[in-house]
């Protein structure tokens, strides 16, 4: 007797779209949003001025979901209050800029007659984190 093969349906199954993708706190699409995109496209974002970009600036649709979407972290805001309170001033690189980049390293030294309270240096370089900046503070030298 005679086998007689099988003939499958081969339908193809269709790959999930993705609605439109997430908004994100400080920073936006580089384009405008479409209502649905196939499989495997991507988008990309950009933060706000002065704002790190955290993760990746490019998200893709994968099977009706998106990847996960970057974080604009806020920068540092430099406060003449707080350098007056803390007698200190900024360092002549850093003239002139108001806002620092999460991460970035902002350099600071003493008034004179002063030292760091902690360290008795009278140079800090001080880091920016999640838009806080930890100001030295100097006291003055005893005559």
């Known amino acids: 007797f005679k086998v007689k093969p099988f003939i499958f349906d081969i339908i193809p199954v269709p790959m999930e779209k993705c609605d439109s993708p997430p908004s994100i706190a400080n920073g936006a699409l580089t384009l405008p949003p ?3 995109y196939d499989n495997g ?9 002065y704002y790190f970009l955290q993760g990746s600036e490019r998200i893709y649709c994968s099977e009706g979901q998106w990847t996960s979407p ?3 972290i806020e920068p540092c805001t430099l406060s003449k209050n707080e350098m007056e309170k803390n007698n200190v001033l ?12 999460h991460g970035d390293y902002v350099g600071f030294y003493c008034k004179q007659n002063h030292f760091g309270a902690e360290s ?13 900046l930890v100001y030295p503070r100097c006291v003055e030298r005893r005559k």
Do not use: H, M, W
Not at 41 to 49: I, L
Not at 90 to 101: G, K, M, R, T
């Open 70 to 72: 970057p974080l604009c």
């Open 41 to 49: 496209s991507s988008v990309q974002y950009s933060c706000s001025d």
């Open 120 to 132: 008795g240096t009278t140079l800090f370089q001080v880091q920016c984190k999640r838009g806080q």
């Open 90 to 101: 900024l360092e002549s690189f850093y003239e002139n800029q108001a806002y620092f980049y």
């Open 34 to 36: 479409l209502t649905q």
